[in-house]
């Protein structure tokens, strides 16, 4: 098997591990702990794993000159991503928050055509404009849902919002980075940057979660959300950048919100209305237009 199809497995792996993240983490918020609280539960519990696992890895020295740019991505994607979408999701809903994720690929794009100086089409202005208008949608009448867990809908939607843009730039920062140094290098320094970034917003929430007492169903989401949504899943996107353009690794979104979808309605954690299911078909449409006949796009992306 290639790298190519390697990398195509991972990136769908951690699509999948984020698609049902939604409702795993949603249900357990703020009940058991806070949003701010479980990032530092993320942060810390990854640093440990990716440390753990270097000790049986070569090696590897940072050069001076990618100090910044690791310390760029490890802002944008450890911790300005998590804190918002963590947050949001707590204000949210989980089918909200799969579909505004989806506009990661319309994010990657405009960020590519601004550093990168891409040209855009008339088709990718278009795919832009109905992305976020969908977004918006969710934004401004997406609080109709009957989910009771679900404090400010509109609020929510806007931080994850700030989710998928800095999640889009983190992709963009890190992919020359992944040229140059293992998964494993990578995400170690980063998480451990990320903990002394979030400790200062996520501690008074961590140190207030009543570890005795919580019960298994609490405990098997928290480590779901270790293991596989921080540890499994960042090192698959990761080892996914090293053979694919962060476009293509954006488009993966295109399936979080069918998986968000089915796996919150299955469990009874959120439902769907007229208003999640046109936004959802707006967002859909975007990423298409953006990601139609894009692979000089994707070339210059690599």
């Not at 993240?21 to 949003?35: C, E, F, L, S």
């Not at 928050?97 to 990661?104: A, C, D, E, K, R």
């Not at 609490?218 to 694919?244: P, Q």
Request: aromatic share 12%; with cysteine; glycine share 6%.
């Amino acid at each position: 098997m290639n790298n190519r199809i390697l990398a195509l497995f991972a990136a769908l792996g951690a699509t999948t591990i984020y698609g049902i993240n939604h409702t795993v983490a949603k249900v357990i918020m703020p009940h058991y702990i806070g949003p701010f609280g479980f990032i530092m539960l993320r942060v810390v519990g990854a640093t440990v794993l990716f440390w753990l696992v270097s000790l049986w890895m070569p090696k590897e020295k940072i050069d001076r000159k990618d100090y910044p740019r690791i310390f760029g991505a490890s802002l944008l994607g450890m911790c300005i991503n998590m804190l918002m979408f963590f947050k949001g999701l707590q204000l949210s809903t989980p089918i909200n928050s799969g579909v505004i994720v989806t506009l990661t690929p319309i994010i990657i794009l405009i960020l590519s055509a601004y550093f990168l100086k891409e040209r855009l089409t008339g088709f990718k202005y278009l795919g832009i404009l109905l992305g976020f208008s969908g977004a918006l949608l969710l934004i401004l009448y997406g609080n109709t849902s009957q989910v009771t867990n679900a404090p400010n809908v509109p609020l929510g939607n806007v931080m994850m919002l700030i989710n998928a843009i800095s999640y889009g730039a983190y992709l963009v920062t890190v992919k020359p980075l992944t040229k140059k140094y293992s998964t494993v290098t990578l995400m170690k320094w980063m998480f451990l940057l990320g903990v002394f970034l979030t400790t200062p917003i996520t501690f008074s929430e961590a140190s207030a979660v009543s570890w005795n007492t919580l019960p298994f169903d609490a405990i098997w989401r928290m480590a779901f959300v270790i293991i596989g949504t921080t540890f499994l899943a960042y090192l698959f996107n990761v080892y996914a950048l090293k053979a694919l353009p962060p476009t293509t690794i954006g488009a993966f979104t295109y399936l979080q919100p069918l998986i968000t979808i089915v796996y919150a309605v299955l469990t009874g954690n959120d439902t769907l209305d007229i208003i999640k299911i046109l936004a959802c078909i707006l967002v859909f449409l975007g990423v298409y237009l953006v990601s139609k006949k894009s692979n000089n796009q994707s070339k210059a992306v690599a």
